[in-house]
């Protein structure tokens, strides 16, 4: 846990320096995700083989579990920084119940480590074709990380998306409490899924950015 830690000061120390202007090489980034990514994907394995655990539970057993091994300043920071990432997690995973109600979505699955450092956390089928998507927990960090992608000269393989979930759809959950804020969100991410399959992933990014609707799905 202690160089899962330090890796990710690390990775806040490059992002201040990116958002300074100041230049980042990818390898640089890369090399700490590999530190980091696998104690989120454990997170994950937990929240899948243990539908019923809430933030709580896992921040309590981390942080009880350090006290034992590591200073108080390690646990209470290790704690912190798990809820930071069940945070993202479960945006993650609502996405997903959001994609299930969705017609032509085929094979979805979670991204694995490989995948995951390349910028995706969700790999789905629709109608075929294979797509990506980047799951943010805001909307202000979905069109951050769009404006970014447009920026980049390649061709543009995953889509930044908000999941469209609010702290008050999980309360203290790893899942959204209330299946029918999935099933309305399906609509909007279907029209961007569909934008991608028949125009590429800049439209459906575009699509996102200039949506006036995109930030909103509780009236």
Not at 13 to 27: H, N, T
Not at 144 to 151: E, F, G, H, V
Request: aromatic residues 8%; negative net charge.
């Amino acid at each position: 846990m202690p160089d899962f830690i330090d890796a990710r000061h690390k990775l806040s120390a490059i992002e201040s320096r990116r958002l300074k202007g100041q230049r980042v090489v990818r390898s640089e980034k890369e090399a700490q995700l590999k530190r980091v990514l696998p104690y989120n994907h454990i997170l994950r394995e937990m929240a899948d083989h243990n539908p019923r655990l809430t933030m709580t539970d896992i921040t309590t057993f981390v942080e009880g579990f350090l006290l034992a091994s590591s200073s108080q300043e390690t646990a209470f920071e290790a704690a912190n920084a798990t809820r930071d990432i069940i945070e993202g997690m479960r945006h993650e995973l609502a996405f997903e119940a959001t994609l299930y109600h969705i017609d032509g979505v085929g094979n979805i699955r979670p991204a694995d480590i490989d995948t995951d450092i390349l910028g995706t956390d969700i790999e789905v089928i629709y109608k075929g074709e294979h797509f990506g998507f980047d799951v943010k927990s805001n909307p202000s960090a979905a069109r951050r990380c769009a404006n970014d992608n447009l920026s980049y000269a390649g061709k543009i393989s995953t889509i930044p998306i908000w999941s469209g979930f609010e702290g008050r759809d999980f309360g203290d959950s790893l899942r959204i409490l209330d299946q029918k804020a999935a099933i309305e969100r399906a609509s909007f991410v279907g029209d961007v899924l569909e934008a991608a399959y028949q125009h590429g992933c800049e439209r459906a990014i575009n699509m996102i950015l200039h949506d006036g609707n995109v930030s909103k799905i509780h009236s």
